[in-house]
């Protein structure tokens, strides 16, 4: 396989991409290798050796813990849980919240084989036991995996004593975070409500 090849099957891989979109964006780089393709190759160097996972909430950053752990004017006292780093970057977005976040890494799957101790659940009831969190804001997606996920999430922080809610309304059954508007999270943020276990 030359160059060429290989640059399109690994562009394939990205969500997004077939094949034919893949050629595409191959060609628009290489024919615009010095203003492009130099410079997006240097990005990705430099992402691969400086971006790592936060080991406070599981977002990736340039430091650890990240910028939103480390923040001082964020609200300690409020977790906001998520699937996946796409869903926080979709919070983060509307500028609506102002805690702090745990990624879970994904959803609860029998049929996938992903249990509790595949994601960083664990983590999370730890967080909500010896820190001063009051609230647990529940924000996975509205999919069966989501729902059941959220589910087990607060049957396991029911013993901590914290409030957990879920976020409401603008969120589509079915719907995933990182799809919708920031009017629609805002107002789902705004709107939450307490989770039933």
């Given at each position: 396989?030359?160059?060429i090849?290989?640059?399109i099957?690994?562009?394939?891989?990205?969500?997004?991409?077939?094949?034919?979109?893949?050629?595409?964006?191959?060609?628009?780089?290489?024919?615009?290798?010095?203003?492009?393709?130099?410079?997006?190759?240097?990005?990705?160097?430099?992402a691969?050796?400086?971006?790592?996972?936060?080991?406070v909430?599981?977002?990736?950053?340039?430091?650890?813990?990240c910028?939103?752990?480390a923040?001082?004017?964020?609200?300690?006292?409020?977790?906001?849980?998520?699937?996946?780093?796409?869903?926080?970057?979709?919070?983060?977005?509307t500028?609506?919240?102002?805690?702090?976040y745990h990624?879970?890494?994904?959803?609860?799957?029998?049929?996938?084989?992903?249990?509790?101790?595949d994601?960083?659940?664990?983590?999370?009831?730890?967080?909500?036991?010896?820190?001063?969190?009051k609230e647990v804001?529940?924000?996975?997606?509205l999919?069966?995996?989501?729902?059941?996920?959220?589910?087990y999430?607060?049957?396991?922080?029911?013993?901590?004593?914290?409030?957990?809610?879920?976020?409401?309304?603008?969120?589509?059954?079915?719907?995933?975070?990182?799809y919708l508007?920031?009017?629609?999270?805002?107002?789902?943020?705004?709107?939450?409500?307490t989770?039933?276990?």
């Amino acid at each position: 396989m030359n160059e060429i090849e290989r640059l399109i099957t690994l562009l394939a891989r990205l969500p997004g991409l077939g094949p034919r979109s893949a050629r595409r964006a191959a060609l628009q780089l290489i024919k615009r290798r010095e203003s492009l393709l130099e410079p997006l190759a240097k990005a990705l160097d430099d992402a691969a050796r400086t971006i790592r996972t936060c080991a406070v909430c599981g977002n990736v950053d340039t430091t650890d813990p990240c910028h939103i752990c480390a923040a001082e004017t964020r609200d300690a006292a409020l977790v906001c849980v998520v699937e996946d780093v796409a869903d926080l970057w979709a919070l983060e977005r509307t500028g609506a919240f102002r805690g702090r976040y745990h990624v879970l890494g994904g959803t609860l799957s029998a049929i996938d084989g992903v249990g509790p101790d595949d994601l960083r659940i664990p983590g999370l009831v730890e967080r909500a036991s010896a820190e001063a969190v009051k609230e647990v804001i529940l924000a996975t997606n509205l999919t069966v995996e989501g729902q059941t996920t959220a589910h087990y999430i607060t049957e396991k922080l029911a013993p901590t004593g914290v409030t957990v809610t879920r976020l409401a309304h603008g969120v589509p059954v079915g719907g995933e975070l990182d799809y919708l508007d920031d009017g629609t999270l805002t107002a789902a943020l705004r709107a939450r409500r307490t989770a039933e276990g």
